[in-house]
Each structure stands twice: as C-alpha cells, then as structure tokens.
RNA sequence: GCCCGGUUCGUCUAGCGGUUUAGGACAUCGCCCUCUCACGGCGAAGAUCACGGGUUCGAAUCCCGUACCGGGUACCA
C-alpha cells in the first residue's frame, strides 16, 4: 500500500467538502449553490437557514404562502360529492382538506351536490352527506349548489362548444366503437376515440341513417394537455390518449367532467383538491376549461385511504361511513384530527399529534400531503379520541354519555340521580376511548354480575377456604361501613380511605395479601377483574347493594367450590 | 394490454445532498405507580429507507431501469 498516493487521494476528495463547509457558512454565497434567493418583506414562512436575513430561499414548502404570488383573499374551494350513498371516511378527508385549505387561506368553502346522475342519487344520501358535513362542522360558506339545478347553464355551454365547433354530434355506433376499442387493445395502444379513425364518409353515412348520437369534445391533434397538481407535480398527457371524450348524451344530459368543469367555472373554484382517482380526468378537464377559453383552476389531488390489507378502503374494512363513527362513539374533533394526519403533516419534525382545530389550521398547507396512500388505523383513532375524552370538560361528557346510559339500561330517575350519573362516569373517563365504552365500563352499576370471570373465580374463589375468607372480608367491610356511613353529599375520597384503612387492617393483622382480599369482593360485584378503585365503586353502588352481591357471590361459589 | 402515479419500523409519519449510529406517534413488550384495570412516568424492541444501476468526495434525499402496489382506461361520479 501507497501511503503517499491515498494520502494525496483523500485531499482531494475533500476539495469539494471545503467548498460546501463555506458555503454554510453564510448566506452572502448561498446563490453559489443554485438556489433561487429571492427578496421579501415579510409574512410568509422563513426557512430556518435564511430566517436570520432578509433573503429567503423559495421551496416548494412555501410557494403557497408567497405573498406575491397569491392573494389569498380570492381563494374558493369546494367539495362535490355526489349523493349515491353515504359519505365516506374518504371523501370526509377531502372535505375536510378543501375545507383546512380554505380556513387557512382565508377563502371560502364551497359544497356542491353533483346529483345529475337521476338513476343513482337520492334524497337521502344528500340528506345523509349534509348531516355528515355538519357533524364534522365542515359546514359550507355560501348555499349549497345543486348540479341538477343548473341545467339550464351546461346547455349554454354545451351550445357554445358545438357552435363554435370545439365539440362536435358523434353518430359512431356502440358496435363500431367497440371494434376499434378492440383493435386499440391487439394493437397495445390506450383507445381514445378520434372520428379520424373512421373511414372518410362514414359518419355522414351514420347520420343519414338517423340513429343517435352523442356530444364529443374535439382534442386538439398532436398537442399534449398537462397541469401542475399541487402535490404530485407536474402531469402530462399526449391529447392523443385523451380522445374526443364523450361530453354530453345525445339527450343532451351532460356528463360528469363537462359539469363539472361549467359548476367550477361558473362558481369562481380556485382550487380544486379532490381524490387521486380523478387524476386522469384531470386532462380531460383542462381540454374542457381551454375550449370554454377559461382560466382553470390550481389542483391538488389526495391519496387514496386504504383497507390494512392495503386495498382501497371498503365496507369489508369496517366502518367506513362519517355516521358509523358516530354511533362508535367517536367525536369529530377526534375524527377531525386523525383524518388531518392521514396524508398531510405540518411542518416540525417532533409534534404534538393532539392538535386543536385552530392549530391544524394554522399549520395546514396542501403541498405537505403525501404523495403515497395510507393506511386507515382504527386503533390509532381510538388513542386519540380517548385523548379528546380526557381533556373534555366534564360537564360535556356528561351530556354525551347519559343518553347512551339510558338507551342501554334502565336507568330508574328516582334511584339514579343525576349527580349519582356524574360520578360513575367521572370513574370511567381514564378507562374510556370512545362514548360507547362507557356503557361497557359501567354497566355492572346497572346490572348485577350474571356470570364471574371464569379464570379469576377459579384462582381467588376456587375452594372453601377463600371462600370463608371473602366472607369474612365482607363482615369486616360492613362493619366498618356501618361505623362510616358514606357522606351524602361532596367528595368520598376521604370515606374510600377509612374504608380501605379498616380493610387494610384486618388483612394485614391475617398476614393476607391486601391484592388477594380485594379481587374476591372486585369480582363480587362487578363480575369482573378489572374496574376503578372498588372503594369509589361501593361507595355508588350502596351498603345494601353490596352486600347483597357478595352474598350472591359466595352462595353461587361455595355450590362449586371443593 | 395501454396511460398516469406511488414505494422510510406492523401502522401513521419526519426527512428537501453532509448536523442521521434514520427522529416522533399508535400498537407491542418490560419497569415504576397500584386493590385490579386504566391514566401517567420511564425504558426496550422494531426500517439493510422496494430492488439494481448511475451522478457525486458524499445519496433515504438527484437521474435511469426493474419489481410490486394503486388509480384510470364508460353515453358513472
């Protein structure tokens, strides 16, 4: 080995490396590095290596927020569902970003029921979407547009293109189209119609015979139609495998990317920030608004949510639809909050995911979204709707809970007041990820255990023995009941601990394991394992009650014990 | 088939050519707290950045190809 030789190899790696070493150094050289270095005066975001001066380096980041490049009071979103089911998480999320985007910017959000397809749109669908919308507060700025309403507007439209000749009555037969679809695809080629494939005279021959026909838009031959999508970048398509689409029927029905593009035009739509399965209409799109002679708007489209099994996400993934999360017992700002994070993150590398409302929006910009689809993560919505839970206040946790408390069991107003409500639920916020668990963490307040852990009955009740301790437990505990009767009214802290004092005592004085006397009595009277500090329990269950479940408990387990 | 995209821990993500032994969150596991569970606190494990080339002194980051996945390919939206 050559020393020397290495030696003069190393030093001249490093040339490069000194001239990036100073290059960091200051920004007085930062345009050495090929970076665009504009001046500004202020707003906006800095990055953190120009912050410090006036020079600011132009990232894809905060494009957006350039304050001389937007103005930001003319932004106008929309969302434009159409109403053949019930709104989906999907198109919840891009609800929700159309209407992140909009608060952020300061524009408004728009919501347009696209409801032209007669055969599959119903009122109760667009009944449904609204209350969905509602629910999540994605509520719209100005009256909802109804597409079938303006139907009047795409035949204006429709007339304009045919004068003008940018579309054109398509006689071409199904049959004939399904011959050169054919051919298209021996041949490997993508089908786009061109009434160029016909014969010379054959449509004039289709027209004479009077058979129907359909409205064609004419893509301009030999050009390539593309846009800059907000989050994938830079699109293009030859015209030449876009084709002269069908516009309208030969009833003169418009179809959904002529509408569309008319609502958009005619409802000033800004931006249009939409499901990654309308990229390739997106061309389609362009080619409509050029021929109108319309200025199109910004696009920006979202991946797609998948199923764990990383197909698009469907009914046999679960809950799917806005409402099913309701009635899980999911709260919206929770909701909201996931479906933020599905795609799109703000700007810092360490953050709190717990993000409220004004935060998000803060923080939101549209070109921060993933390029790549996620995956819907069901456990994930519930830590953080149990996140929500506890820092609601209490009082609205109430509100939501005792109706569903009462919907599951009978809840007798004289025996359970409201304040007794409160307090068990106060004992299962900490043990509740959604509204629903509630029920599930206290129904034993309301029912006594029919069956008991089978395992733990086995282990802490399994023979005569543990038997007669538990039932001397019991004696213990009501006495000392019956020397501190339970305070009517404030808090019980105070009783839960000369209680627990008493018991503590008499196990400790017995040599018994304090865990070992208080699951017997756990399992008693709650038929289970697991439930909040049993003190708390007994104190809101009641003397008389408690007994009476214990001595259930023992007759039922000395009937099996050995 | 053809057109258009995508690919970082099991999952959601940070990452914008050197500060990365790839950071955080959920889930998992362990410890602490403790009457159990939960909450909370602490910690562990978990990603050869899909693969192969190239550019560069230096690539998860830029370019090309391959594989796999997705969307589209309608007189649906």
């Known amino acids: 080995m050559d020393f020397a030789a290495a030696f003069l190899v190393f030093i001249a790696s490093m040339r490069s490396f000194w001239i990036w070493a100073l290059m960091s150094m200051g920004s007085p050289v930062l345009s050495v590095c090929g970076l665009d270095v504009h001046y500004t005066h202020g707003g906006g975001k800095y990055s953190s290596a120009a912050k410090a001066g006036n020079f600011r380096i132009i990232s894809r980041h905060d494009m957006e927020l350039n304050p001389m490049t937007t103005d930001s009071t003319k932004i106008r979103v929309r969302f434009a569902p159409s109403p053949t089911g019930y709104l989906h998480i999907g198109s919840a999320r891009a609800a929700l970003f159309n209407w992140l985007y909009a608060r952020h910017m300061g524009g408004t959000f728009l919501l347009r029921i696209e409801d032209t397809d007669l055969e599959r749109s119903t009122e109760e669908a667009t009944q449904q979407i609204l209350t969905s919308l509602d629910w999540l507060g994605l509520t719209p700025d100005e009256p909802v547009v109804y597409q079938r309403q303006r139907a009047d507007r795409h035949k204006e439209y429709l007339d304009r293109l045919l004068t003008e000749g940018k579309a054109y009555k398509c006689y071409c037969p ?25 014969e010379p005279g054959e449509m004039e ?74 990229v390739s209409n997106t061309p389609k799109q362009m080619l409509i608004y050029n021929a109108l002679g319309a200025t199109p708007p910004r696009f920006a489209h979202l991946p797609l949510i998948l199923g764990p099994d990383k197909q698009k996400l469907s009914k046999r993934h679960g809950a799917t639809g806005v409402m099913e999360f309701k009635e899980k017992g999911i709260l919206p700002q929770a909701l909201v909050n996931y479906l933020s994070l599905l795609g799109w993150a ?71 007041s409201e304040e007794w409500l409160h307090s068990i639920i106060d004992l ?16 034993y307040f309301f029912e006594a255990p029919a069956e008991y852990e089978e395992k733990a009955s086995k ?17 213990v505990l009501d006495n000392a009941w019956a020397a501190t009767p339970t305070p009517t009214t404030g808090p019980i802290d105070e009783w839960c601990g000369a209680m627990e004092a008493a018991v503590r005592t008499w196990s ?3 040599g018994y394991k304090f865990g070992n006397v208080m699951q017997p009595i756990r399992l008693a009277l709650t038929g289970r394992t697991a439930s909040p500090s049993l003190f708390h329990v007994m104190a809101l269950m009641g003397r008389e009650e408690v007994a009476r479940r214990i001595s259930a408990c023992a007759t039922r387990l000395s009937a099996t014990a050995q």
């Open 205 to 278: 021959k289709y027209e004479a015979a009077g058979g129907s026909f359909v409205i064609r838009i004419l893509a301009p031959e030999g050009e390539t139609t593309g846009f800059d999508d907000m989050v994938y970048g830079r699109i293009d398509v030859e015209n030449a495998n876009i084709g002269d689409f069908v516009i309208a029927r030969g009833d003169g029905s418009p179809l959904y990317n002529f509408t569309n593009v008319v609502d958009d035009i005619d409802m000033g739509i800004t931006h249009i920030c939409r499901g990654e399965d309308h």
């Open 346 to 416: 703000p700007p810092e590398a360490e953050f709190n995911e717990i993000m409220p409302l004004d935060e998000i929006v803060s923080k939101f910009s549209l070109d921060r979204v993933k390029k790549s689809p996620a995956v819907f993560d069901h456990e994930k919505l519930q830590w953080m709707n149990g996140m929500y839970i506890r820092e609601m206040p209490k009082s609205k946790i109430y509100e939501l809970v005792i109706p569903t408390l009462k919907s599951r069991f009978a809840v007798n107003s004289e025996l359970a």
């Open 459 to 475: 282990k802490f009740l399994g023979n005569s023995e543990q038997i007669s301790q538990f039932v001397e437990s019991a004696g």
């Open 174 to 198: 199904k049959e004939r189209l399904e011959e050169l679809r054919g051919k298209a695809r021996t041949d490997g080629r993508i089908f786009a119609y061109n009434r160029a494939m016909l």
């Open 508 to 510: 400790d004085a017995r």
């Open 428 to 443: 299962a916020i900490e043990r509740s990820r959604t509204l629903s668990d509630f029920a599930d963490n206290l129904s």
